[in-house]
Every structure is written in C-alpha cells, then in structure tokens.
C-alpha cells in the first residue's frame, strides 16, 4: 500500500465520484487540487449503460483512450457562432480521441460499459 501523497498510488484506494449520477463513476488520479499537478490532470471515467457526460467544454485540450466498451463521441466545434449538428464518431476498446480547446463535446456509453482515462492538458 502507498500512501496517499506518494509518487506511486493505488487507485483502487482513490476517492470515486458520481456527481449524483447513477453509473457513473470518476477518480481523478492526479490533478491540481488533489496533488499539486500544474500542467496536466488525469482522470479515470467508467459509464454504465446508458450513461453519458453532460455537453460541456474545456479551456484545455483533452484526450480520452478507452480502455473497454463502446461508446459514441458527439462533437461540435468552438469555430461556428452556433455549433448546429454535432458530429457522432464511434469509440470502442484501444481507440483514443483527442478535444480541441473550447470545442463542445459529449461521451454516451453504447451498450455495456465504457472504461476511459482522460487526460486535460491545462495551459
């Protein structure tokens, strides 16, 4: 066992979240508040069927590699004064898919359940 403020965790031992969403769970696995991180935080995501993220944005990039599942990619563009319809990419197992700063984006789980590291880049 490592204790909490070691260089080497065990995130199994990390706080989950759910922000109140049945199925959904969120550890952040190093980020500014938690660890002191100050250009990049990880985040390790699980959907449960049907389960998605609201619409949201970043003011940084973000990357996803999904490590199980399927799953659906909506993604609009920062670009367009209205972003009209988003683009629907598909994501399953050993894909990664990265997000434009700004731009609008959402992950709907497909199926069964999707497993995600999410990487945000902070500038």
């Not at 550890?27 to 449960?48: D, P, Y």
């Not at 999904?66 to 367009?80: D, Y």
């Not at 434009?100 to 902070?122: M, S, T, W």
């Amino acid at each position: 066992m490592y204790p909490d403020n070691s260089l080497v965790r065990d995130i199994s031992r990390m706080q989950q979240s759910n922000y109140g969403r049945e199925g959904f769970s969120h550890i952040t696995v190093t980020g500014a508040l938690a660890h002191g991180t100050k250009e990049v935080e990880v985040w390790l995501q699980t959907f449960g069927p049907g389960q998605r993220t609201p619409i949201h944005r970043h003011s940084c990039e973000e990357v996803f590699i999904v490590l199980k599942g399927k799953g659906t990619l909506l993604l609009g563009s920062s670009s367009l004064k209205y972003p009209g319809q988003p683009q629907e990419v598909p994501v399953f197992q050993n894909t990664t898919f990265s997000i434009p700063v700004n731009d609008p984006h959402q992950v709907k789980e497909k199926g069964c359940h999707l497993y995600a590291f999410l990487l945000c880049l902070i500038q």
